[in-house]
């Protein structure tokens, strides 16, 4: 099989599009009919029902649909589960099974000319599968001779540098744990994980100014907030339990501002789900909508804080923590100086929004003292991404609002257990004292060189330097950018394994030889040698609890997570004193090794068996930034993105339908924008579309640009839509192919995935 019989793309193929009103309210019945038809038609009824009860139960399995907290403490029957959460879950428990005789009866060339909703479709894989050299078909092997080709393959590179050792954000921390111990004890620190491309910009600006790479809030502050304001996140689609946290922040006299280049429904208002009595009339969620330009919310941050200042100066104190900005903050008088170089009228015209309206927004960040600032990719896939973080941090110190009740940040993570993960070491640039404890416990010599993050090993397999790619989840070449330079990378690799649950287009692109390990899912239960186990995660707010699968496995041949982590370094690693194939009889000794090494998990085996589990310490929420370079919690100096555009250049954001997680594309509707049964569109201003001569349903190519260099896909329809000027978006991964590699986050290296430069090709 050649690489040219292998489409590393979905097909430019037409679902049939049709329309529906856009909304004006998320959730409300329509959420509960959904949820219910993708349960029957993946799970069945019964066994669904049957689920949805345990979800986020406290004994029951985490969500893997969001890391939104679950509350502290009461938790109804049925009630901490959302549409999507469900979505997510059928997704899982599906009934679809991709057998050996799948495989035999389907290529691997036929399966990559499916669109990712049909590979999706076809459901959980059953059985360990090896494609061979030179082969179009995967066949079935066993564990004992994957794990031996796995240890085959990285013991014979000439360094541990060669082999990568990607993370999705699903894996537990026992996981998780163990598979940073075992790429350590290999020799490398080559994990790259999802969070490269999705919070990595939050890390890096929090732990900078504030300390902490994580937020600082935990759920009950939004009953205490004077103030939320959202940036750049969708949460009816994406957190939509996070709807609901709003919505006690509304019942308590609190303000929420949001700030989106599109007016997203879940946003604006809400129909509780699991509110039977507010179903038809839904609450107003969204008080002051800034509809801001792509990647303007810089701009925006320093007009808001330019005209907090002028009425701080006018009446001192008024405005501004004047208490908590000398006692526990560094460098105000160089970020005020900084801020007094900016003029309004220079600043104005990059956010599109009127002065009147920002003034209505500053006026109301006046007069509260208690802001929460919860953010999403909207902020955080830019070049300048991190000075967004930052700017904000800025504004909520001006305001003292952080380390209090009601206040603080909310960097809203994605996958459920992405921030475990890193607790847990899973980082290309590990801290020393991490590593000198992992080498105390585990006697070993840890590697000290920073590894590969996402854009690294993609430049460093395409250039030959990484041979063998291994994917703890995920789906690498859909979540990534720049598709074909990305496939070309991981077909240059000798070997690529997954550890996956479901096919994806991650299987279909691949090295010379290639592994697909199916293993367990969190709805599953997983029992090993002393009997049935939990695993725990660590949710967006720093709770770490259990998460307890009660479903039967679906086929014998799985393996839980942990179990391969153990499979692979035991069969790799011939001179490790550590007992890899012990330790997973139990994962309370997985847990006793953690809390030797890890600060903050002390007693892990009983608190994580206290329903609800435990908070991990966090100095931001504790009022102490003594861990920042200066030791107390530093304004920074950030600058506007300054993007140019040419004539007829737009900038595009990808971002997800409603009907998706990530790139496992549950079905082809996105309910809340009014776009039904397609995926291939752009969504334009309608000013634009005139100056264009665009018209409804137009056919068009799109052409992205990034220093002299052009990207191309084909076929998308025009949409006109409620978007700022020169502002377009589109859906993820199909145009992936256009985000450069190159064309990345300063210092967090995270992909710009939210702006793009392109052009407008009728064809
Ligand atoms: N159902 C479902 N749930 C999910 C996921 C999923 O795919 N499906 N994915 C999970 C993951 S991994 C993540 S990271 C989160 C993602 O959650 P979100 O960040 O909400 O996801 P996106 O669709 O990328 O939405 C980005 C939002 O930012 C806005 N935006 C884009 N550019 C800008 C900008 O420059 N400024 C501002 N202010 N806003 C901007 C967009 O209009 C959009 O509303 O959700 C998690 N939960
Ligand atoms: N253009 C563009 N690109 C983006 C983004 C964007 O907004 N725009 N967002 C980025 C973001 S925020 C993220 S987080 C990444 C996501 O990147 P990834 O995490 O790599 O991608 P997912 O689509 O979440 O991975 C889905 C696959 O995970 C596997 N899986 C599901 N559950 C489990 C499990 O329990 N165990 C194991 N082992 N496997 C499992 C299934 O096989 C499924 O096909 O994508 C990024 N890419
Ligand atoms: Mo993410």
């Known amino acids: 099989m050649k690489n040219e019989d292998i489409n590393t793309q979905p097909p430019e193929e037409f679902t049939g599009i049709k329309f529906t009103k856009i909304p004006k309210t998320a959730a409300g019945i329509k959420a509960i009919k959904s949820t219910f038809n993708h349960i029957t038609e993946e799970v069945g009824l019964v066994k669904g029902i049957g689920l949805l009860s345990k979800i986020n139960q406290k004994e029951g399995f985490d969500c893997p649909g969001c890391a939104w907290p679950d509350p502290d403490e009461k938790r109804a029957f049925l009630s901490e589960y959302c549409e999507n959460g469900a979505k997510a879950i059928a997704e899982e428990a599906t009934k679809n099974r991709v057998s050996p005789l799948f495989f035999a009866t389907h290529s691997v060339s036929e399966l990559s000319k499916m669109s990712d909703y049909e590979i999706g479709k076809k459901g959980r894989i059953t059985h360990p599968m090896l494609l061979k050299e030179g082969s179009d078909y995967y066949e079935e092997t066993s564990w004992k001779n994957a794990f031996e080709m796995i240890s085959v393959s990285l013991n014979s590179l000439p360094s541990p540098d060669e082999a990568i050792f990607y993370t999705s954000g699903r894996t537990s921390n026992e996981a998780a744990f163990l598979y940073q111990l075992f790429v350590r004890q290999f020799g490398t620190n080559n994990l790259p994980d999802c969070s490269n491309m999705c919070h990595e910009s939050s890390g890096v600006g929090l732990s900078e100014t504030l300390g902490i790479g994580k937020g600082s809030v935990t759920l009950d502050d939004f009953n205490h907030a004077d103030l939320v304001i959202v940036m750049g996140q969708n949460p009816g689609t994406n957190h939509p339990r996070m709807l609901s946290a709003l919505k006690d922040t509304k019942k308590n006299g609190g303000k929420i501002i949001a700030i989106n280049p599109l007016p997203e429904v879940g946003l604006m208002n809400f129909k509780d789900p699991q509110n039977p009595l507010k179903w038809f009339s839904g609450d107003k969620l969204t008080d002051i909508f800034l509809q801001v330009k792509i990647n303007g919310d810089v701009a925006l941050l320093k007009i808001i804080m330019i005209l907090l200042l002028d009425k701080e100066n006018k009446d001192k104190g008024s405005v501004f923590d004047i208490e908590f900005i000398k006692n526990k903050t560094a460098d105000y008088d160089t970020f005020i100086k900084n801020l ?31 802001i929460i600032i919860c953010w999403a990719m909207g902020l955080t896939q830019h070049k300048n991404a991190v000075d967004n973080i930052r700017e904000i941090v800025n504004l909520l110190l001006l305001k003292g609002s ?46 000290r060189n920073h590894g590969y993050d996402v854009v690294n090993a993609i430049e460093a397999m395409h250039q030959k330097k990484a041979k063998v790619f291994i994917g703890m989840g995920g789906n690498f070449i859909s979540a990534t950018p720049d598709t074909e330079f990305t496939a070309e990378a991981l077909q240059n690799c000798d070997l690529t394994v997954q550890i996956s649950t479901k096919l994806n287009r991650s299987h279909l692109i691949h090295g010379k030889k290639a592994l697909i390990l199916p293993c367990l899912g969190r709805s599953e239960v997983d029992v090993q040698k002393t009997g049935e186990q939990f695993v725990s995660v660590e949710n967006s707010m720093g709770v770490v609890h259990q998460s307890h699968g009660h479903l039967a496995p679906l086929s014998e041949f799985l393996k839980s997570e942990t179990a391969i982590v153990a499979g692979m370094a035991n069969a790799t690693l011939k001179k490790s004193k550590t007992q890899w194939l012990e330790m997973i009889g139990d994962y309370d000794t997985i847990r006793n090794k953690i809390e030797e090494t890890i600060p903050g998990f002390e007693n892990y085996n009983s608190r994580v068996r206290i329903k609800g589990g435990f908070y991990l310490p966090n100095n931001a929420r504790d009022n102490d930034f003594t861990p920042t370079r200066s030791g107390k919690a530093n304004f920074s100096i950030n600058k506007p993105s300054g993007i140019t555009l040419e004539k007829n250049q737009f900038l595009m954001m990808t971002i997800r339908s409603h009907d998706q997680y990530n790139t496992t594309i549950y079905g082809l509707n996105d309910r809340y924008r009014g776009i039904l049964n397609e995926r291939r569109v752009i969504l334009m201003n309608e000013t634009d579309m005139a100056e264009m001569n665009l018209k409804k349903l137009d056919v068009v190519d799109l052409v992205s ?25 589109t859906y993820f991964p199909e145009t992936n192919a256009l985000v450069p590699l190159h064309n990345k986050a300063d210092i967090s290296n995270t992909p710009a995935s939210k702006t793009v430069k392109i052009t407008i090709h009728k064809v």
């Open 402 to 447: 952080i380390g209090k009740k009601g206040a603080g940040t909310c960097p809203v993570r994605g996958h459920s257990n992405v921030q475990g993960d890193r607790t847990m070491g899973i980082w290309e640039k590990p801290k020393d004292a991490f590593l000198d404890k992992l080498e105390k416990v585990f006697q070993f010599n840890a590697p």
């Open 705 to 729: 640009h990034f220093k002299g260099e052009t990207r191309t896909v084909h076929k998308f329809l025009v949409i006109p839509y409620n978007i700022p000027k020169q502002c377009t978006a």
């Open 340 to 370: 007094n170089n900016y003029s309004i009228e220079d600043l104005l015209p990059q956010t599109g929004i009127s002065l009147d309206q920002i003034k209505e927004a500053a006026e109301l960040i006046a007069n509260t003292k208690k």
